[in-house]
């Protein structure tokens, strides 16, 4: 049976060459988008998983009100993590982080253009981002501490070994001390940077981001186990009026990380879609091929 099918094919083959390979190539064209919809989407839906601590982390949400339409937007006050974590027994850990920027960083007569942005005290308990030198608990302390992945400090000092405790000028203005050296970030991190330094080191510079009127950076927190999820965001929903009644038109809620990714659209306070419709979009095509 299976060489009297491939004699028929042999035989159209000799008949129509031009249509043979025609077909040929659309098949195999055919093929290889499909594979590489699958490769694209499994990215797409492995952003953001490998967090160890993945099942409680969360970001915390506002929803602000403006006459009768709900903004939801991702930028807190910058004393809303630490205070939840102070005040809220469901917090175990909490970091505020704000903006990555390109900075020039100094090692003597070496100049290198890295992105960095400023965190909060428990980031890397929060994150599952690898320390290759240096303690979770320690590396930001100290206000003037720099945690530097492992390709910074190669392009820093030529080398990744022995990081901890050199030295590097930021912006040709301030010195920080590296207390720490992470693994380069996954692809499947939404979040990439080169390297952090504290939040309390941003505070000193800008006194607005500790006012519970002024909004900008973002918060996270890593819920403990056995939480009640519907009824810790019922509780942290007028947290931030319980501390500035001039803000009586936010409420807060979380969102989890990972969900961020592929969800983060909202209409009118309601979570509506994103990223989310391309991936189930190239599926179906994926799938019609």
């Known amino acids: 049976m299976i060489k009297h ?12 060459k031009g249509y043979f390979f025609i077909n040929l190539i659309g098949l195999a064209a055919g093929l290889v988008c499909t594979l590489l919809i699958y490769l694209w989407v499994r990215d797409e839906l492995s952003m953001n998983k490998f967090h160890e ?17 709900l903004m939801t937007t991702t930028s807190t006050p910058g004393i809303l993590a630490e205070t939840m974590k102070a ?9 505020t982080t704000t903006w990555v920027n390109p900075f020039t960083l100094s090692v003597k007569d070496r100049n290198v253009k890295a992105d960095g942005y400023y965190v909060g005290e428990d980031y890397f308990n929060i994150f599952s981002f690898h320390l290759l030198q240096g ?5 930001l302390k100290d206000k003037l501490s720099m945690v530097i992945s492992k390709d910074l400090a190669m392009r820093l000092f030529g080398t990744d070994e022995n990081a901890v405790g050199k030295i590097v000028e930021l912006q040709h203005k301030k010195s920080f001390t590296v ?3 992470f693994e380069n970030l996954p692809t499947n991190s939404s979040l990439q940077f080169d390297f952090v330094l504290s939040f309390e080191e941003f505070k000193l510079d800008n006194e607005w981001v500790i006012q519970w009127g002024n909004n900008g950076p973002s918060s996270y927190v890593i819920l403990r186990e056995g939480t009640d999820l519907i009824a810790f965001s019922e509780k942290i929903k007028d947290f931030v009026k319980s501390k500035n ?12 990380f990972s969900d961020r990714y592929l969800h983060g659209r909202f ?3 309601i979570q509506s879609g994103g990223r989310i419709e391309y991936v189930q979009l190239f599926s179906i095509i994926a799938i019609l091929f």
Do not use: C, W
């Open 5 to 16: 099918t491939l004699l028929l094919i042999y035989r159209n083959f000799l008949r129509a």
């Open 53 to 69: 601590k993945d099942a409680r982390l969360y970001q915390v949400m506002e929803h602000q009100k403006y006459a009768d339409e």
């Open 87 to 95: 005040e809220l027994p469901e917090v175990e850990y909490a970091a």
């Open 135 to 139: 303690n979770a608990d320690l590396v």
């Open 179 to 181: 207390s720490g050296v």
């Open 245 to 256: 009644k001039d803000d009586s038109n936010v409420s807060l809620f979380v969102q989890k």
């Open 267 to 269: 209409e009118n306070g």
